[in-house]
């Protein structure tokens, strides 16, 4: 009966091919034309003239690129600390005995995270208002008038500024992330701990924090993904200035691309975002790793891997007798 019902190996084949296509065709398909079309001096229309290797020599040494390169990078290390990190510290006070309606602080602890970057960058556009913005007008309430400013045009200020709402925006997301791993804690080793007479802290650094390390590792790497590709909210907020103090590398290639109708070079730079996200993200994976297992850890892994080596050594010596002997 399970062999009459049982589907054809080419029908599972074909049904496994489609998302497997759809990807491909989202993913990798645009990133092989904008590899393709980084070769061209293109400015739009049928004429494309190659030119080789100029446009990644013009992107090394291309000093707005790499400023918003270290825009990104700033963003990253910022949201890091302020979206894991509040969001890591919520979670504990949520799960605190002292908390009740939990299901109420997810709700809406989430909820910023469900709303469009637009959206968000035109509220926060408001709030830093010089004329009608909540933080001017906050500041003029108190009696700090002399320290009312165009938020937004202070170059010194500006970074910091635009990565407020990234910072609000997500920490609901990783939460929630969060919230599931140390949910599934087991409780014992929580009341075993407070027996021995750990604190809050105590149990917050030596319990919670490694038996969620590899949960925090991943919200370690979405964070980055989504930072080193930061667009939309800072469009809407600065478009990049003053000058160049906000421009970030997503938007320097989109201006590149549409505003100056440079689309070789633009093609040229999302290869360059590409490339350089991929060396962060995974630097940022070993650097994670490092950090998060201890000495013992990592002792641990070294005899493992002497111990492996030293077995493949034994059957590769194993096989040399044995087929001497024949």
């Not at 009966?1 to 049982?6: F, K, S, T, Y």
């Not at 291309?62 to 990078?73: E, G, K, R």
């Not at 989504?226 to 200035?241: C, P, Y």
Request: charged share 15%; with cysteine.
């Amino acid at each position: 009966m399970l062999n009459a019902i049982r589907p054809k190996k080419r029908t599972v084949i074909a049904y496994l091919a489609i998302p497997v296509l759809l990807y491909i065709f989202t993913v990798f398909v645009p990133l092989l034309a904008a590899l393709y079309y980084s070769f061209f001096n293109w400015k739009g229309g049928p004429k494309k003239e190659f030119n080789g290797l100029e446009n990644y020599m013009a992107l090394l040494s291309d000093s707005t690129f790499w400023a918003s390169f270290s825009h990104n990078i700033y963003l990253v290390v910022i949201c890091i600390l302020g979206q894991i990190g509040i969001a890591f510290i919520l979670v504990l006070l949520i799960n605190s005995k002292l908390s009740r309606a939990k299901a109420i602080h997810r709700t809406f602890g989430f909820f910023p995270s469900t709303i469009s970057a637009v959206c968000i960058g035109f509220i926060w556009m408001m709030i830093y208002d010089y004329n009608k913005g909540l933080l001017n007008w906050f500041l003029d309430t108190i009696g700090q008038h002399e320290k009312t400013q165009v938020w937004l045009n202070n170059p010194d200020l500006v970074m910091f500024l635009v990565s407020i709402p990234l910072i609000w925006q997500y920490i609901g997301y990783y939460m929630v992330i969060l919230l599931s791993a140390v949910g599934s804690i087991d409780t014992e080793i929580l009341e075993s701990a407070e027996i021995d007479g750990a604190n809050e802290i105590q149990k917050a650094r030596f319990i919670t924090l490694p038996l969620v390390k590899n949960t925090l590792l991943v919200c370690i790497t979405l964070c980055i993904a989504g930072n080193m590709k930061a667009f939309d909210n800072i469009l809407v907020m600065t478009k990049g200035g003053p000058g160049y103090s906000s421009m970030v590398m997503a938007l320097y290639g989109y201006k590149v691309s549409f505003e100056q109708s440079n689309l070789g070079y633009g093609a040229c730079i999302s290869v360059g975002i590409f490339v350089l996200s991929l060396a962060v993200i995974g630097g940022s994976q070993l650097l994670m790793n490092y950090i998060m297992n201890d000495k013992y850890d990592r002792e641990e892994a070294k005899l493992q891997k002497r111990i492996e080596k030293e077995r493949v050594k034994k059957m590769k010596e194993r096989a040399r007798l044995e087929g001497g002997k024949r």
